[in-house]
């Protein structure tokens, strides 16, 4: 048996943070959440098979709200398994700042459309 690579160490930490109730799921909750400024999302993991129209969605919504957006290699089927899901997942939001830390080291570079950062008045 192989050692776990470092999308697998990303992957089942995303299974702990959905334990732990610290994830949204799905792209329409994420950026319903991404406005909640009670329970902010720290950052948004996009799987890689998402559509051009769900990539533009969370890209636009994740730079003019300031959080980071990346995109992983793991596709929706891979992302729900992760998260506990039986379908598929398209994105989830990352609610807790120190399970995002743990996530740090394992995450790929973030997506160059969500390195705009919005003007805060």
Known sequence: M???TREDKLLSTLGLCAR???LVMGTPMVCEALRDKKNPVIAVLEASDTSENTHKKLSDKTAFY???LYRLTADTAQLGRAV???GAVAAVGVTDENL???LADKLPERDAVSEIQTQSE
């Open 2 to 4: 192989s050692a776990p």
């Open 20 to 22: 732990a109730r610290k």
């Open 66 to 68: 300031g959080v980071p």
């Open 84 to 86: 506990g899901k039986t």
């Open 100 to 102: 995002y830390k743990a």
